[in-house]
T-cell receptor, first 116, second 113 residues
Framework: KAGVTQTPRYLIKTRGQQVTLSCSPISGHRSVSWYQQTPGQGLQFLFEYFSETQRNKGNFPGRFSGRQFSNSRSEMNVSTLELGDSALYLCASSSRQGVLENTEAFFGQGTRLTVV | AQSVSQHNHHVILSEAASLELGCNYSYGGTVNLFWYVQYPGQHLQLLLK??????LVKGIKGFEAEFIKSKFSFNLRKPSVQWSDTAEYFCAVNSGGYQKVTFGTGTKLQVIP
């Protein structure tokens, strides 16, 4: 079974630009979450999507948005990029169906975004 | 809001030494607990998880963790580390099935041959 796939692996963008990151979950997984990893803040939850609906959201500004498609693939968008947005963005998928179901998340290798 | 504290930021051990990494969380309700590992240049991988039942959990590669509810702790242990265990270890928690996982700041483990 293929793992979580994130594209692209590396991105360099200029301040003020916008960027879209893509995540393909493990086949059959409908829950997709996004995290930002930085040396200073560690791993921080951005949002979770399930069946094309955002179910949870972390404490990030509105410049960070996402969506999920009917095939469970997800995209994350960051508009008006700032230098501080430079980070590793991780996507995770899980087989979770119901809201109260306990499952673990499987992570992709991430997209390394550098804002210059 | 839930939070996770990892007390050791950087640990250096010789091969065959025993390992214990501390993890404490703050949340009063039902929690699910995880330890993830990130080897250099690789993605986060699940080492072990606790949802319910036996508080002593065994994971991959000889790792185990013990959930002590009264101490809000979930410490990771391994009796004898190997050079290949050099990695960053993250303790994580989510509550009541919600997929928002809160991670600790991570512990970098360096094992010297």
């Amino acid at each position: 079974k293929a793992g979580v796939t994130q594209t692209p692996r590396y991105l360099i963008k200029t301040r003020g630009q916008q960027v879209t990151l893509s995540c393909s979950p493990i086949s059959g997984h409908r829950s997709v979450s996004w995290y930002q990893q930085t040396p200073g803040q560690g791993l921080q939850f951005l949002f979770e999507y399930f069946s094309e609906t955002q179910r949870n959201k972390g404490n990030f500004p509105g410049r960070f948005s996402g969506r999920q498609f009917s095939n469970s693939r997800s995209e994350m968008n960051v508009s008006t990029l700032e230098l501080g947005d430079s980070a590793l963005y991780l996507c995770a998928s899980s087989s979770r169906q119901g809201v109260l179901e306990n499952t673990e998340a499987f992570f992709g290798q991430g997209t390394r975004l550098t804002v210059v | 809001a839930q939070s996770v504290s990892q007390h050791n930021h950087h640990v250096i051990l010789s091969e065959a030494a025993s390992l214990e990494l501390g993890c404490n969380y703050s949340y009063g309700g039902t929690v699910n607990l995880f330890w993830y590992v990130q080897y250099p240049g690789q993605h986060l991988q699940l080492l072990l998880k606790y949802f319910s039942g036996d508080p002593l959990v065994k994971g991959i590669k000889g790792f185990e963790a013990e959930f002590i509810k009264s101490k809000f702790s979930f410490n990771l242990r391994k009796p004898s580390v190997q050079w290949s265990d050099t990695a960053e270890y993250f303790c994580a928690v989510n509550s009541g099935g919600y997929q928002k996982v809160t991670f600790g700041t991570g512990t970098k483990l360096q094992v010297i041959p």
